[in-house]
């Protein structure tokens, strides 16, 4: 399970994620993100802080996201080695 909390502010919007980003969740996480870049002049952070499980797609999906400007945010080891393993696959 996921659950996904929206935070907008002036410019910026967060997307704050809690459980398991896996499975059709993906495909949630998808669906949130796309209505939000809609907006062009809009920055958008996703906070995986509460984040305990991110399968190949969750990867693949955050990779694509970080590739159009998506800041991510990651504490706790595992999250961090995700991201900065995104960092370094994208070169």
């Known amino acids: 399970?996921?659950?996904?909390?929206?935070h907008k502010e002036a410019r910026s919007t967060?997307?704050?994620l809690e459980g398991r980003l896996g499975g059709p969740w993906v495909q949630e996480l998808d669906r949130c993100w796309r209505e939000?870049?809609?907006a062009p002049d809009r920055?958008?952070?996703?906070d995986l802080?509460?984040?305990?499980?991110?399968d190949s797609q969750g990867k693949d999906l955050l990779a694509q996201m970080?590739?159009?400007g998506v800041?991510?945010?990651?504490?706790?080891?595992?999250m961090r080695?995700?991201?900065?393993?995104?960092?370094?696959?994208a070169g």
Do not use: W
């Open 81 to 89: 080695c995700l991201v900065e393993d995104i960092a370094k696959e």
């Open 14 to 16: 967060t997307l704050k």
């Open 1 to 6: 399970m996921l659950k996904i909390t929206t």
């Open 36 to 38: 939000l870049i809609a």
């Open 49 to 54: 802080t509460s984040v305990t499980f991110v």
């Open 66 to 68: 970080r590739k159009q």
């Open 43 to 46: 920055q958008v952070l996703v």
């Open 71 to 78: 800041e991510l945010r990651a504490t706790g080891c595992l």
